[in-house]
């Protein structure tokens, strides 16, 4: 169903997928006259404007949905997004798709990789396929009953999943182009579709980067829940785990308990939050 906005709910907050409105019937028309207030949230930092942009509203559960190949896998990318779901306390898994095109003895071993990483941190990883079916019913009875917002890099299959779900869904698909392996873009305006009558998926256009500058240098720590039970242990109350004596969180990836792709992450996003390296950079240990 369409609705209007009255103009004066455009001076105080921008309507995103996901809110919830009052709103006066004029018309026929319904008039959304007021924006009531967001349970959650997931924003970006907007590269280079320095502002966020709330993505979507009032969502339970964030899908950092990638795919290995077309394009290809980026954990920068997929821990940024993780990121921004856990500083807004919003629950997160890892979805990833276009598993029919992961065929090759060195894709398996790429994908053993990125479960070991993963699952290690204590996300959920769907593999799934929207061209077979494969994983997307699982993954439906994981989030049957909740509003769902996806986030990935543009041609990942994000719309592509929605319409697997529900084949009469009027959109567009894009392609990948194949000499960069990017998305093109498709899918311009976030969308919420119902799947159900207690379940909402909110598509959303792909990122190129998914910029997390908003989330302060000190609480990245607590954005990887997996530094979790090693951040009482460090020598220091105030220790950042860079290059304190002593230090819980690098003991833990010493030992192995901490994955070093993920702490490499964590090293990557302190060093950007601090601007010695510029913005965007990717992480030194992402292969
Ligand atoms: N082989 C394969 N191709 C897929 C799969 N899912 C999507 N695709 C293809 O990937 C391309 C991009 O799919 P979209 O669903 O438009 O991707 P998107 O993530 O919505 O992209 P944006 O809207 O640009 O963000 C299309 O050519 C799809 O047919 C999959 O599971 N396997
Ligand atoms: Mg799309
Ligand atoms: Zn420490």
């Known amino acids: ?16 997928a996901g809110d919830r409105a009052l709103a006066a019937e004029d018309a026929n028309i319904p008039v959304v006259e007021a924006i009531l207030p967001r349970e959650s949230v ?9 502002s966020t942009q709330i993505i979507a509203s009032n969502v339970d559960i964030v ?22 779901a856990r500083w807004r306390k919003l629950r997160a898994v ?27 941190a204590g996300y959920t990883v769907f593999q799934t396929s929207t061209s077979t079916g494969r994983g997307t019913g699982e993954l439906m009875k994981h989030i049957r009953g909740s509003t769902v917002v996806m986030a990935g890099p543009s041609g ?6 929605a319409k697997r779900y529900i084949p009469a869904l009027d ?32 598509d959303t256009p792909g990122l190129k980067m998914f910029s997390i500058e ?14 979790d039970e090693y951040l009482g242990r460090c020598r220091f109350r105030d220790c950042l785990h860079i290059s304190e004596p002593g230090c819980g969180v690098k003991g833990a990836v010493e030992l192995g308990s901490i994955s070093g792709i993920r702490y490499g992450m964590y090293e990557a996003f ?5 601007g010695q390296q510029g913005n965007y950079l990717s992480a030194p240990s992402e292969r």
């Open 63 to 84: 899908l950092a949905i990638c795919s290995l190949h077309q394009p290809d896998f980026s954990h920068g990318f997929l821990c940024r997004a993780l990121v921004a």
């Open 171 to 202: 959109v567009r698909i894009g392609s990948v182009n194949p000499k960069t392996s990017k998305g093109r873009h498709t899918t311009v305006t976030a969308r919420m579709i119902p799947l159900g009558s207690e379940t909402f998926l909110i």
């Open 42 to 50: 997931l924003q970006r930092t907007v590269p280079l404007g320095r």
């Open 270 to 274: 302190m060093r950007e939050a601090e």
């Open 214 to 227: 908003h989330v302060p240098r000190e609480e990245l720590q607590f954005c990887f829940p997996e530094f």
């Open 1 to 16: 169903m369409s609705a209007r906005v009255a103009g004066r709910v455009y001076r105080g907050i921008q309507p995103v």
């Open 156 to 161: 990942a299959g994000k719309t592509s999943l």
């Open 94 to 120: 890892v979805v990833l798709n276009k598993m029919d095109l992961c065929l090759s003895g060195e894709d398996r071993t790429l994908l053993a990789g990125i479960l070991s990483v993963y699952e290690g």
